[in-house]
């Protein structure tokens, strides 16, 4: 079992839906990212959580430390928000690096 | 701008040659990192650097290798040895200390071994 699973595998919606993406974690974690990777390969940082909830734009992110799951919403989608979504997690105790999940495609239609 | 270059953008070569691949951050970040990305698969850790001259195996480091001579610069070399080499590779940076350390990464080179 992966430390790190994300569901749904696979999205696709209509724009201006609500999107939500979950992401669970079985270890425990200083600190969460979500990130976004685009169909040419680069990923963008958009969030890291250690703690509560953070906005930025249409882009929300939650996280439970207790329950160990992180959530990301997109709010009024739209088609460049298409993308891979992908969720990463930093141990603690550990050093620097990051444990990922498999990613979750998101395909949003006009 | 700040940012990761990772060059080139798709390398193709023979199979049992050597290939570098080159990364150059100008975020002074003191950590750099190199996974490797497979389809249906998480990030996978190759090797990390917090330091010039230092660096340590990732998860699947067999049939890599790293320098870090320059705090900017950190090369990965596909060996021969690597016995399925052709995948995405991305680069990233991020600052330390680790409570608050901010990710950076790359535009990926996709290395395809015929």
């Known amino acids: 079992k992966n430390e790190v699973e994300q569901s749904p595998q696979n999205l696709t919606a209509q724009e201006g839906e609500f999107i939500t993406i979950n992401c669970s974690y079985s270890v425990g974690i200083s600190a969460l990212h979500w990130l976004q990777q685009h169909p040419g390969g680069g990923i963008v940082s958009l969030f890291m959580l250690s703690s509560g909830k953070k906005k930025h734009g249409r882009l929300i992110a939650t996280i439970n430390i207790q329950e160990k799951h992180s959530s990301l919403h997109i709010t009024a989608s739209h088609p460049r928000d298409s993308a891979v979504y992908i969720c990463?997690?930093?141990?603690?105790?550990?050093?620097?690096?990051?444990?990922f999940g498999t990613g979750t495609r998101l395909t949003i239609i006009p | 701008d700040g940012g990761i270059t990772q060059s080139p953008k798709y390398l193709f070569r023979k199979e049992g040659q050597n290939v570098t691949l080159s990364c150059e951050q100008n975020?002074?970040?003191?950590?750099m990192y190199w996974y490797r990305q497979d389809p249906g698969q998480g990030l996978r850790l190759i090797y990390y650097s917090q330091i010039v001259n230092d660096f340590q195996k990732g998860d699947i480091a067999e049939g890599y290798s790293v320098s870090r001579e320059k705090k900017e610069s950190f090369p990965l070399t596909v060996t021969s040895a690597q016995k399925n080499p052709t995948a995405f590779y991305l680069c990233a940076s991020s600052t330390i200390p680790r409570d608050r350390a901010r990710y950076t990464f790359g535009s990926g080179t996709r290395l395809t071994v015929v």
């Open positions: 975020l002074n970040h003191d950590a």
């Open positions: 990463a997690v930093r141990l603690v105790g550990g050093n620097e690096k990051l444990t």
